[in-house]
C-alpha cells in the first residue's frame, strides 16, 4: 500500500460514474480472452461465438430481448430496495411464487378459459411475488431479523415447493409421470410482439417498469424518502420518514415485479410449468441492478448485456462444445471488476509515498 | 437392547456429521465478523473448496490433500474478497454476494469432469473399546477425523478471541477500527488475515460434503449450508459456545428430516426438504427480537468501510 495509494477525491467523480461499467465490461472480455486461451479454445473465435454471433440474427436479437425480460423486471425492484439499503436476495423466490400462482390459474380454469384469464393470472402472478417478499418485510419490521438471509432461505422454500407441485397436483395427467404440467392454452399464452421471434407482451411490461422505476425514484417524493434513507438512515428519522414503510414498499413492488417476471416466463416462453423455470434470473438479476447503476435506464442496458451473457452461453456450448457454466463465471467476473473498479469514483490512485493527506471524502 | 435404543447411535452419529459443515464454516464466519467485516460468500467459498477438495482427492487419491486443496481454494476465494473490499474499498454486502454467485459458477465450471465420479470413503476412526460401547460408542468415538477437528475448533476459537493477546486486537479492530489504528494497529492485515482464515474454514466445510458426507461432486453440493452458517452466526450472538448448540439444532433437523419418512408419516419429500431452511428463518427471528442483545454482541464496526486516510 506504500507505492500504490488511494486518496479520497473531494466529490465523487461523476465521469467515472460511467466509466467504470465500461471499464468493467473491457476487463471481464480481456480475463475471458485469457480464460479460453487457458482452456484451450481459440480465444477470438470463442469470444465471437459467446458475444457477437447472437447479435447477428433477428432471432438471436429476439432472444435477447426475451432474457433481458425476466432480468430487468426483477433487478428494477431489487435496485429501488438497494438504494434504502433494504437487501431483498429473494428475487429468485419470488419469481418462482409468480409463476406457481399465475400458472397455476392457467392449470386451474384448463378447458374453461376466456380473455379472462390472462389479466387475472398477471395479477395472481404479481400478488404471489409480493406475497413471498412480505414474508421478509414482516419479519424485518416486526422482529428485526435481516432480510438478507430470510429472503435467501425463502428461494430454496420457494424451489422446493414447486417441485413438490410439479410432482403433484400441477403435473400433467396424461404426461407418464414427467414431472411437467399441461401447455397452457391460447388463453393463458401471453401474445407475441414480433412475428418470426419469441418477444412476447412481458417485455413491454419491462419497458414499462423501467419507466415506472425511474417516475417513481427522480419525481416522487417516496422516491425522495428511499435515496434520504439508504444514503443517511439518521437524517432520515430526524426528517421522520417511515423506515418500516419504506421497508413493506420496496419489497413488496420488488416482489410483485418478480411475480411479474415469474409469470412472463412461464405463460411467455416456456408455456407450462416445469421444475426448471428460472436459470437464475433472480440472482442475475442481482448483478444487473449493480451494472445498472441501480439506475432504471442502466439497469435497461445492463439487463441486454447479462442476457447476452445467458445466450452467448448456450451458443458458445453449441458452437465449441464450452461448458454452459461458463455464463456464471463470467457473470461473476463482472460485478467483481465492477465493484473494484467502482473505487476510482471516490478516491484517486497516486504512485509514491504519501504525501499531502486529502480532504475527507463526503 | 431394544429397538429404539438400537437407533439412538446411529441417528446420533448421523447428526454430529450434518452439523460438521456448519460449524467450520459459521466459526470461520463468526472470526470474520469479529474482526468486523461481513462476507456474505460463505456459499461460494463453500463451493469451490467441494469442487477442489474432490478433484485433488480423486487425483492423487489422498483425502487427506483433498481437506488441505479445499481450505487453500476457500483461502483464495476469501483473498479476492479481501483485496476487493479491504484494498478496493468496495461494499462488503455486494461483493460477498457476488463470490457465491461467481462461486457457484467457476465450481460447475472446475466439477464438470467430476460429476458421478465415485471415491473411497474416508476411513473412520477405531478406537479398540471405546467405539465398541454400546448405544453412543460408534457416534462418540467412531467418526472421521474432520467431525472432532470441527468440533476441537470451538474451543479453539474461544480460546484465541478471548484468552489471548492477538483476540484481543481482532476483536478492537471489529468494534472501533478508527481507535484500533490510531494505536497503531494493522487494521487492514488483521482483517485480512481474518477473512483468510474465514476461507479455509468454509473450504473446509466444503470438502468435508464432497469428500466425506456425501461423497460425491454434484453441482451446488452445498445447497444453501453457506447461508444456514451465517445465520448461525447471528443465532450463536457471535459466541463460539452457541455456535456448537446452532449446529447440533441444524444437524438435527437435517436428521429428522431424512427419518421421518422412515417413521411411516406421510409427507412427501419436497416438502421435507423445506425444513432446515424454514428451521433457519424461525431461528432467525426468535434471535434477532431482542435487539439489544444483538447490539450488545454485534461487533460494533461490522459492515463498515475502513480507509486509513479517510
Known sequence: MTLLRLEPRGEASRAMVYATPLLAVALTLASGFLLFWAMGFDPVKALHAFFIAPLLSLRGLGELAVKATPLVLCAIGLAIGFRANVWNIGAEGQLTLGAITGGGLALAFYGEGGWWLLPLMIVAGMAGGALWAAIPAFLRVRFNASEILTSLMLNYVALHLLNYLMHGPYRDPDGFAFPESRLFEADAVLPLLVAGTRVHLGSLFALLAVAAGWFLMARTFIGFQIKVIGLTPTAAGYAGFNQKKIIWLTLLLSGALAGLAGLGEVAGPIGQMNPTISPGYGYTAIIVAFLGRLHPVGILLAGFLMALSFIGGEAAQIALGLPKAITGVFQGMLLFFLLATDVLIRYRVRFGAKGIVGRAAA | ?310
Open chain 2, 1 to 310: 437392547m431394544s429397538a429404539e435404543l438400537a437407533l439412538i447411535g446411529p441417528i446420533l452419529a448421523a447428526m454430529l456429521a450434518a452439523a460438521t459443515p456448519l460449524l467450520f464454516a459459521a466459526l470461520g464466519e463468526l472470526v470474520v465478523e469479529k474482526s468486523g467485516v461481513l462476507n456474505l460468500g460463505v456459499e461460494g467459498m463453500m463451493l469451490v473448496g467441494a469442487v477442489c477438495g474432490f478433484a485433488v482427492a480423486v487425483q492423487t487419491g489422498s483425502s487427506t490433500l483433498g481437506f488441505v486443496a479445499g481450505a487453500a481454494a476457500g483461502a483464495g476465494m476469501a483473498a479476492l474478497f479481501g483485496v476487493l473490499t479491504l484494498l478496493l474499498l468496495a461494499n462488503q454486502v455486494a461483493t460477498g454476494l457476488a463470490l457465491t454467485l461467481f462461486g457457484v459458477g467457476l465450481s460447475a465450471l472446475i466439477g464438470q469432469g467430476f460429476v458421478g465420479i465415485p471415491i473411497a470413503d474416508v476411513p473412520e476412526l477405531y478406537i479398540p473399546g471405546l467405539t465398541d460401547l454400546p448405544v453412543i460408542g460408534k457416534a462418540l468415538f467412531g467418526q472421521d477425523a474432520l467431525v472432532y477437528l470441527a468440533l476441537a475448533a470451538v474451543p479453539a476459537v474461544h480460546w484465541f478471541l478471548y484468552a489471548t493477546r492477538k483476540g484481543l486486537i481482532l476483536r478492537a479492530v471489529g468494534e472501533n477500527h478508527a481507535a484500533a489504528h490510531a494505536l497503531g494497529y494493522k487494521v487492514i492485515r488483521i482483517r485480512f488475515l481474518a477473512v483468510l482464515f474465514g476461507g479455509a474454514m468454509s473450504g473446509m466445510a466444503g470438502a468435508f460434503l464432497s469428500l466425506d458426507y456425501t461423497p460425491m461432486w454434484a453441482e451446488g453440493i452445498s445447497s444453501g449450508r453457506g447461508w444456514i452458517a451465517l445465520a448461525l452466526v447471528v443465532f450463536a450472538t457471535w459466541k463460539p459456545g452457541r455456535v456448537l448448540l446452532g449446529a447440533w439444532l441444524f444437524g438435527g433437523v437435517t436428521i429428522a428430516q431424512l427419518h421421518v419418512q422412515g417413521l411411516g408419516i406421510d409427507i412427501p419429500s419436497q416438502l421435507l426438504s423445506m425444513l432446515p431452511y424454514l428451521a433457519t428463518v424461525v431461528v432467525l427471528v426468535v434471535i434477532s427480537r431482542d435487539v439489544a442483545r444483538i447490539r450488545l454482541n454485534a461487533p460494533a464496526s461490522l459492515g463498515k468501510v475502513f480507509h486509513p486516510d479517510a
